[in-house]
């Protein structure tokens, strides 16, 4: 009897592993969610009817008697808008105080940094309205649901910090929350608009010339 094996038979040991599958729900769900979000952006985009408003505002704060303040609060002498740096501090402040508030004992230091937050987002602001004055229509109308958003961010930060202050810490933690999903939806317009600046004919050059 030949007892030899086939080497070409298969053996459980040689069967081929099992290949991870990509979860298509998941990603399904995240394709939906992101044409959803371009979807809105857009017709932020391509709506005229803040129009009016956007052109009257943007020529007010190109008449505001600035001087070289204007390019200091554009970045020029760095090379690049200051608005995006400046944002690092209300931004940074406000996610690190959202990691403090769940360490026991660190509320009193996430209460500091949302003031301190508070505090950064006024030149933040001041700077975004310089660059904004200068944009074109697409880009200026992402621009003002933009600062939306950081209005209500900043709005929800004042309560939350008033509440802290106050004693009222679960009810300041839950205003932080609410205040840290505005910076993210500010965060993401604001990255739109930077993305479509850089990626249309001129790019940023074009609206730095525009202000010196």
């Known amino acids: 009897m030949n007892t030899h094996m086939d080497d070409s038979t298969p053996t459980p040991h040689s069967q081929p592993l099992p290949q991870p599958q ?21 017709t932020l985009e391509e709506s005229t009817a803040v129009d009016p408003a956007v052109r009257a505002l943007q020529r007010g704060i190109r008449a505001l008697p600035l001087g070289s303040l204007r390019g200091l ?11 995006p740096m400046l944002v690092e501090l209300p931004m940074g402040c406000w996610l690190s105080a959202a990691v403090l508030d769940a360490v026991p004992g660190a509320h009193r230091h996430a209460t500091v940094l949302t ?44 309560i939350s910090l008033y509440d ?9 933690r839950l205003w932080s929350l609410a205040g840290l999903g505005a910076v993210a939806v500010s965060g993401a317009l604001g990255a739109h608009i930077a993305y479509t600046d850089r990626t249309e004919p001129g790019g940023t050059d074009k609206v730095v010339r525009a202000a010196s």
């Open 164 to 172: 802290r202050l106050r004693g009222r810490g679960a009810r300041g």
């Open 73 to 83: 609060l554009r970045g020029e002498p760095l090379g690049h808008p200051a608005h």
């Open 22 to 42: 990509p979860h298509s729900g998941q990603v399904a769900a995240l394709d939906k969610a992101s044409e959803r979000w371009l979807g809105a952006v857009t």
């Open 115 to 158: 003031a301190v937050g508070l505090a950064g987002a006024a030149p933040a602001a001041v700077a975004g309205w310089a660059d904004w004055a200068e944009l074109p229509p697409r880009q200026a109308r992402v621009g003002v649901a933009h600062a939306l958003a950081n209005a209500a961010a900043v709005g929800c930060y004042a």
